[in-house]
């Protein structure tokens, strides 16, 4: 039987919010994957559907287990994710110049996607066992780099897949800000950092791909090659432009129809939705993220014990870290690197990963009072 006082405090604001950014998504993919004459519709927002149907299912499943057994396997979680990972290395399928993909009979899917969460989940509990009050200082973060965070990062840039070696690093960077750092410490790692800076750019540089270097090139310059590597950038800019104010309206968008802005249903999505609704229904869009988000840290706030404060946290940078880079990139401020936008681009693993993730903070913000559990 299911507790009324979980239906009672359930937070529907938030479910209601990523259902509707999903249901929006859907729209968009079935508009940007639109067939050109004399073909058929490509399947991706059929496939969506499916996507959507099995997350919210996930999404019940995680709601409905009490977050603190979360803690209670936090580091096994953490081990199986990190073994996954490179797993990945050896068994995994290639596709578009990398390995992020394991074969999982017809479907396949990245195990790097569920590992920022098993990862959110770990670290929660390293820094609840820290205690109250316990500021970070070099023996703590010298023990978060070698154990957390340097394994997964190096196996993850070998897949490759930079953006979501950079999403750990400012989830971790994030959480642990939170906790605490001694401000003498947190002054010598800036110093340090500031000094590091060209050297670490230039082995930075030498250890990226051609196809991640010519990104950087292409938001640097985009006009240095427009019909080549600053392609993306720029057609997205003139996708995103031509909505005006009012947008073109709802299937009237032609820069992905068309096919002229490539990858128009996954990581650039934005810009085919805001070529339809906009520069007001791209603000509308926006108050929407920006609720979910202010709605996961006031959870963070009130939750009922420093695991739930950090696992809400933890989610909620990530998804405000998605969204941040995923619009930046469609508007030509920061450089691609293949993340898509929460809750609506296309991709199983990606959706349900999004839907894992907000189940652990309505599971935090419903579970808050103490006295009922």
Not at 5 to 25: C, H, M, P, Q, Y
Not at 142 to 150: D, H, T, V, Y
Not at 338 to 352: D, I, K, R
């Amino acid at each position: 039987m299911i507790d009324r006082r979980l239906l009672k405090n359930f937070d529907w604001i938030t479910f209601a919010l990523v259902t509707i950014v999903s249901l929006i998504g859907i729209m968009t993919i079935y508009s940007a994957t639109r067939p050109l004459p004399g073909s058929e519709h490509p399947s991706f927002y059929i496939k969506q559907v499916y996507w959507l149907g099995i997350s919210l299912l996930c999404f019940i499943l995680v709601v409905s287990i009490d977050y603190r057994w979360f803690e209670k396997f936090a580091y096994p979680l953490f081990v199986i994710g990190f073994i996954l990972l490179v797993l990945v290395l050896f068994v995994g399928k290639q596709g578009m110049g990398a390995q992020r993909w394991l074969p999982l009979g017809p479907l396949s899917f990245q195990p790097s996607e569920f590992f920022k969460i098993f990862f959110i989940i770990a670290f929660s509990k390293y820094l609840t066992n820290l205690g109250q009050g316990t500021t970070l200082g070099f023996k703590e973060i010298a023990k978060i780099s070698f154990f957390f965070l340097l394994p997964p990062i190096i196996v993850i840039l070998k897949q490759p897949h930079l953006g979501t070696a950079l999403m750990l690093v400012f989830i971790s960077l994030g959480m642990a800000m939170a906790a605490g750092i001694r401000k003498k410490f947190f002054v010598l790692i800036l110093i340090i950092g500031i000094i590091a800076v060209p050297f670490m750019g230039h082995i930075f540089w030498g250890g990226l791909k051609e196809y991640q270097k010519n990104r950087i090139v292409a938001f640097v310059e985009p006009q240095v090659d427009p019909l080549g590597i600053g392609y993306h950038i720029n057609q997205s800019k003139v996708s995103i432009g031509s909505g005006g104010f009012l947008g073109k309206g709802y299937l009237e968008g032609t820069q992905g129809s068309l096919r002229f802005l490539p990858e128009g249903h996954t990581d650039f999505i934005f810009s085919i939705f805001a070529e339809e609704w906009g520069f007001m229904g791209s603000i509308g869009l926006f108050i929407i993220y920006l609720f979910i988000f202010l709605r996961g840290l006031d959870t963070g706030r009130r939750a009922r014990d420093p695991f739930g404060s950090f696992l809400a946290l933890g989610v909620t940078i990530m998804l405000t870290f998605y969204f941040v880079i995923n619009v930046g990139m469609t508007l030509g401020m920061m450089p691609i690197v293949g993340l898509p936008l929460p809750f609506m681009s296309y991709g199983g693993t990606a959706l349900l990963s999004d839907f894992i993730a907000v189940g652990i903070l309505i599971n935090v913000r419903t579970r808050r009072f103490a006295l009922f559990y």
